[in-house]
């Protein structure tokens, strides 16, 4: 009786179970169209059976005030299900849709939506049929703290896609996906508008064999003291597109563990916190993919990771990250806390317009041990403690600016820092280390290797102001390197008459390898070129070292193969210790065995006018 014509107009007596009611059975069933007006236990049910079913528009309002479902499809063995414009009001007191364990391909046409919904307004229960809803979903606050916009769980296979818009401003999780072992979840509208209070707005948890997808950008997540995007325990994730944005107030804006970064990337434009543990965390993401932060060229288009309780950002066993015009303003830690902490990343590292400030202990710390690394960049970015704070040369706290080790065996291929600003810090401006038989570059017959660039460390064209020593390049045990420092300005602290030590700065560059009876082989190097280099400025009294020397290289150790080439450098006001320090020694001993090798030319070191120590 529906098949053509007027849409049935459906107001149920009272006491009747649903509105409309399918139940088991075959073959197709098509309605010009359905109205309901007051459901009672559904709107719609679907039960069982293998149907072909096509619906024109569909308007269910809940006028009634029923706490129900609008939509309820459960145990469909098959067929199809096709529904026109569907548009739901649950007038704040009803559920919208919920599908429970269907085999059957279930898709709404463009142009439906639902609204005002209290309860999870699209909920997806086990089952592998492909569901595709193409219209909006517009939940706001004040209705049930329970509500979600989209719970997904238990899926076993098939797509889930929601192509249209969503809009979530309520107290509970926005969108939740758990507890799924395979298929394809993916939410792939233009705007995805996300926003929660002390909950998480995305959560997954638990989606080991599941891909779950975030398309054509627009993810904006807003929370207030909870997760911005949690993704643990499984499954492989990836968000698409331009403009995804997180800023989560107190909480974490991400956290991913245990879980795969699809090949896709996560992209974002920005992540934000104010006051978390930590801002990002990122833990086992595979080699898929990696997290990507773009900014928009602006300083700070990329976010602002502050006030974090703990370190800033948080990266272990993750891949290829890259952070772009961000700010790390990491001042509310303890002594141990950093920036930036970063352990065993694979592929290449890439930060660009990157600030990092105020870090009670390190501004960034890599730490590599037994995994490899492509390369490091570091281009156009700033590290430094403001005056005032106490990670200053002078102060109670703080450590290095930039720390880089790569333990165990292993291997970092090239690695590049140019016009960066170092400024401030207690410890050391730029600190490169390689231990254990770590080796960072390569070189063959105490010659780095060709093309120079991407076979060395380079440290080129940067400022290093005020810090306590500048630049280290070093080694131990029986590791190797290939390095450049190359046409950097360094000024030490600015001193004041009548200054003591821990006031004043120390080398302003060191290339050094420790003292040991190392086995290593001969192919154990250390291989560097210092040149171009201003030290200190003239008249300005300690500017070059208050207490160190300008340029000190050691090569220390059995068989520690070392050629180091000084050249070209301008060296000034170091008045309290050897301008060109030089070292060669055979293990713990002073004499050597012809493994250092030292070239020194073409280097220019006026007279110090004097010293304010």
């Known amino acids: 009786p529906f098949a053509q014509g007027e849409p049935p107009h459906i107001a149920p007596a009272a006491g009747a179970d649903f509105s409309l009611y399918i139940g088991l059975g075959s073959g197709a069933i098509t309605f010009a169209g359905i109205e309901i007006n007051g459901r009672r236990s559904a709107g719609l049910y679907i039960s069982g059976g293998n149907r072909n079913i096509t619906t024109g528009a569909v308007d269910i309002d809940n006028s009634n005030s029923s706490n129900t479902i609008a939509i309820f499809i459960n145990l469909v063995t098959g067929g199809t299900i096709n529904f026109g414009d569907t548009d739901i009001n649950g007038n704040n007191t009803g559920g919208a849709i919920d599908i429970h364990n269907s085999a059957a391909a279930i898709s709404f046409a463009s142009g439906s939506s639902i609204i005002n919904v209290p309860s999870s307004a699209f909920i997806v229960q086990g089952g592998a049929g492909n569901i595709t809803y193409n219209g909006t979903i517009n939940i706001t606050a004040g209705v049930n703290s ?328 070093d080694i131990s045990q029986v590791s190797s390197m290939a390095f450049q420092v190359l046409n950097n300005t360094i000024t030490a602290k600015v001193t004041s008459p009548g200054a003591i030590p821990n006031q004043s700065s120390s080398h302003a560059i060191n290339a050094f390898t420790a003292a040991g009876s190392d086995t290593g082989p001969a192919s154990h190097f250390f291989v560097g070129l210092i040149d171009g280099n201003v030290i200190g400025t003239q008249g300005n009294k300690d500017s070059g070292s208050g207490i160190g020397s300008g340029i000190r290289v050691v090569v220390q150790g059995q068989n520690t193969q070392g050629n180091v080439t000084v050249s070209n450098n301008t060296i000034r006001e170091v008045p309290n210790a050897t301008i060109l320090n030089f070292y060669g020694q055979n293990g713990n001993a002073m004499s050597g065995t012809n493994t250092a090798h030292f070239k020194i030319i073409n280097n220019t070191m006026p007279a110090p006018s004097g010293s304010n120590l």
């Open 146 to 473: 329970l509500v979600s916009a989209v719970s997904i769980t238990l899926r076993t296979g098939g797509t889930v896609d929601f192509t249209g818009n969503i809009t979530s401003n309520a107290a509970a999780i926005p969108i939740s996906v758990a507890s799924n072992t395979a298929g394809t979840i993916r939410f792939s509208g233009s705007s995805k508008s996300l926003t929660s209070s002390t909950t998480t707005a995305v959560n997954l948890t638990n989606n080991t064999g599941s891909t779950i997808e975030f398309t054509n950008g627009g993810l904006v997540i807003t929370t207030t003291s909870s997760t911005g995007f949690n993704a643990t325990g499984g499954g492989t994730v990836s968000v698409q597109g331009t403009g995804n944005t997180i800023n989560s107030g107190t909480g974490t804006a991400l956290n991913m563990a245990n879980t795969t970064i699809g090949a896709s990337n996560l992209n974002f434009q920005s992540i934000s916190a104010s006051g978390a543990i930590s801002g990002i965390i990122l833990n086992a993401t595979g080699t898929s993919g990696a997290l990507v932060v773009t900014g928009t060229g602006s300083a700070g288009s990329g976010g602002t990771i502050q006030n974090s309780t703990t370190d800033g950002v948080v990266l272990t066993s993750t891949h290829s990250p890259t952070f772009s015009f961000m700010n790390i303003n990491d001042s509310a830690g303890t002594a141990s806390d950093d920036g930036m902490v970063l352990t065993n990343i694979t592929g290449s590292l890439n930060f660009t317009s990157l600030s990092v400030s105020g870090s009670p202990h390190n501004g960034i710390t890599f730490d590599n041990f037994n995994t490899n690394l492509t390369s490091f960049v570091m281009t156009n970015s700033t590290i430094t403690c403001p005056a005032g704070f106490p990670c200053q040369p002078s102060g109670s706290l703080g450590n290095d600016g930039l720390l880089i080790g790569m333990r165990g065996n292993s291997v970092m291929t090239s690695g590049s820092i140019s016009g960066c600003t170092f400024s401030g810090v207690r410890a050391v401006g730029a600190q490169i280390q390689a231990n254990d038989s770590g080796r960072i570059g390569s070189a063959t017959g105490g010659i780095i290797d060709s093309p120079k660039a991407l076979n060395s460390f380079t440290i080129e064209d940067n400022t290093f102001t005020g810090n306590g020593q500048g630049i280290d390049m």
